[in-house]
C-alpha cells in the first residue's frame, strides 16, 4: 500500500521559515519524480516545485529563490525547505509522486503565513 506523508506545516510570521518533508512507503521512491504542490482558499492546485529521479529541479516563478526542493532516497523522503514566506505562500501543501502510470498524492500539510 502506498502512502505519501506530508508534515511540517504550521503558523509562521512573514519572513520566517518552514521546512516540509514527505515520507514514502509502498514504492521504489528513487524511481519517481517528485513534487510539491499548493492549494489556496478558492484557488487551483498548483505546481510549486518538482525533482527528478536524477535530482534535477525545477520550480514556479513566484517561489525561485526563497524555496529549495530536496530528496533523500536512502529515507525515501522528499523535502522542501521555504525561507521568506510571504501571506501569499499560505495554502494547503501537497506532496506527489508520479513514475510511469503511477501517480500518488499525499493528505496535504496546512501552512499559514500571518503576523
Known amino acids: 500500500q502506498v502512502h505519501l506523508v506530508e508534515s511540517g506545516g504550521g503558523l509562521v510570521q512573514p519572513g520566517g521559515s518552514l521546512r516540509l518533508s514527505c515520507a514514502a512507503s509502498?514504492?521504489?521512491?528513487?524511481?519517481?519524480?517528485m513534487g510539491w504542490y499548493r492549494q489556496a482558499p478558492g484557488k487551483e492546485r498548483e505546481l510549486v516545485a518538482r525533482?527528478?529521479?536524477?535530482?534535477?529541479?525545477t520550480y514556479a516563478e513566484s517561489v525561485k529563490g526563497r524555496f529549495t526542493i530536496s530528496r533523500d532516497n536512502a529515507k525515501n523522503t522528499l523535502y522542501l525547505q521555504m525561507n521568506g514566506l510571504k501571506p501569499e505562500d499560505t495554502a494547503v501543501y501537497y506532496c506527489?509522486?508520479?513514475?510511469?502510470?503511477?501517480?500518488?498524492w499525499g493528505q496535504g500539510t496546512q501552512v499559514t503565513v500571518s503576523s
Open positions: 506527489r509522486g508520479t513514475y510511469n502510470q503511477r501517480d500518488y
Open positions: 509502498g514504492i521504489f521512491f528513487s524511481r519517481y519524480t
Open positions: 525533482i527528478s529521479s536524477s535530482g534535477i529541479a
